[in-house]
């Protein structure tokens, strides 16, 4: 999958947040093919663009801040452009089709946490939550991505998905948490 570095970003780039893109990308089948501009934003953590000429796509952007880069962000991004071209070209009218991400920050966070475990390095931007979940992410990222799961199965009877999202969120707090596996170390044993 191509991309194509703006000058500003050329400067910025560090070997970390390229190898964090390219990681990023390879999750995201759906870009194959398609040259995709990473530019450099000073604002924002990110933003994501699709660029129509003549009502057809003809390019995509996303902007990423380097400094404290996450795969979440990157991730946020690339689904972003995945939403765009869920719309496909404007010659045509916009379709609703329940397999496609639908348009919105929230559902952008929804799909990007659940797309792979990668994107759970850092808490989502736009999901409403308790500040706890935010604070001790590590501790509660695997079950908001279980949670996201299943948001994204209820979406296709339950129309207020994300509402039951964010409520199953709020509750997560009262819950125990399961304790995260720690890396043990290793014992050798000691002959003389």
């Known amino acids: 999958m191509p991309i194509r570095l703006t000058p500003l970003m050329k400067q910025r780039l560090t070997r970390r947040a390229h190898e964090m893109i390219e990681r990023s990308l390879q999750l995201f089948p759906e870009l194959t093919g398609a040259t995709i501009t990473v530019g450099y934003t000073r604002k924002h953590l990110g ?17 990423l801040k380097v400094r404290k880069l996450t795969y979440q962000t990157i ?67 695997d079950r908001v991505r279980e949670l996201c799961d299943s948001a994204i199965e209820k979406r296709h009877t339950h129309r207020l998905y994300i509402r039951w999202l964010e409520h199953e969120l709020a509750k997560l707090p009262k819950e125990t948490l399961r304790p995260k596996k720690s890396a043990a170390q290793l014992t050798l044993p000691f002959v003389i």
């Open 47 to 63: 933003s994501a663009t699709v660029v129509y000429h003549k009502g057809i796509i003809s390019r995509l952007i996303i902007r």
């Open 75 to 141: 991730g946020h991004e690339l689904t972003h452009l995945i939403q765009g071209l869920a719309h496909g070209d404007r010659t045509k009218s916009r379709s609703a089709d329940p397999e496609k991400i639908p348009s919105g920050e929230k559902q952008c966070d929804i799909w990007t946490l659940a797309r792979d475990p990668l994107f759970c390095d850092d808490a989502p931007t736009y999901l409403k939550m308790p500040r706890i979940l935010r604070e001790q992410w590590p501790h509660y990222a």
